[in-house]
C-alpha cells in the first residue's frame, strides 16, 4: 500500500496545472501582415484569477524574432517601441490593440495570409503560459470583433 501513495500523489498533479490556465483567457484575438516580413497580433487578455499575472514575452514558430510593443509619443511623433512586461491586475482584462500594446512579429517564415491560423504561446511567468491561435484577417479594421 505505500509504494501506492506515492504514485496516487503524483497523478493528481496533473490536475492542478489547469486550475492556473483557467484563470487566463484570450479572446477576440486577431493577427495581420504589415509586409511579407513583419507582422502583428491583438487580443484581449482576462485575468479571471486572484492575483495579478505579468505577460513578460510571446513565442511563434511563425517568426525569427517576436517581441511586446507599444506606442509612445516622442516629441508629438507617435513611434513604435519595444514594451516593458504587461501586468494584467487579478479581475482585469487588457486590449492588445493596433495603435497600442500589440505582439509585433519580424522576420516571418511565410507571409501571413488571410484564412491562415497563427499559433502563439503567451509567457505569464508563474502564472504560467497560454496557447493562442489566431486567425489572420488582413482586412480587419480596429474595434472590429468577430
Known sequence: ???????????????AAPAQDAALAVHDGYARAANPRSGAAFMVI????????????????????????????EGGVMRMVK???????AGARHELVRGGDHVMLMGLKHPLADGDQLALTLDFGPCGEVQAHLPVDNKRMPGHAH
Open 1 to 15: 500500500m505505500k509504494p501506492l501513495l506515492p504514485a496516487l500523489c503524483l497523478g493528481l498533479i496533473p490536475l
Open 46 to 73: 482576462e485575468n479571471r484569477g486572484a492575483a495579478a499575472c505579468t505577460l513578460s514575452s510571446v513565442a511563434s514558430d511563425a517568426a525569427e524574432r517576436v517581441e511586446l510593443h507599444t506606442h509612445r509619443d
Open 83 to 89: 514594451a516593458d512586461p504587461i501586468q494584467i491586475p
